[in-house]
């Protein structure tokens, strides 16, 4: 459990300001996202893609999972 502490200390103390450097303050859904993304460490969950040469070229998985979980944080509908 002290683990997930740490992450979140983290979170807080140090990736936080920057981000509000940059963005200006964060709204409660933008720092909600960025906890699930941070919390979920989904590099460690997914296995590496390798494109073998035939069809669609080899895009980011990591990518793919944040914006469903993006999707799921705003909730957005299926269109």
């Not at 669609?56 to 299926?78: D, G, H, L, P, T």
Request: hydrophobic residues 40%; aromatic residues 12%.
């Amino acid at each position: 459990m002290s683990t997930l502490f740490e992450i979140w200390n983290t979170i807080q103390a140090q990736l936080f300001p920057e981000l509000e450097k940059e963005l200006d303050p964060l709204s409660e859904k933008e720092r909600e996202f960025v906890q699930i993304v941070c919390l979920l460490d989904l590099p460690r969950h997914m296995k590496e893609f390798r494109w073998r040469g035939f069809g669609r070229k080899k895009k980011s998985r990591i990518n793919m999972a944040k914006a469903f979980v993006a999707k799921s944080v705003y909730k957005f509908e299926n269109h």
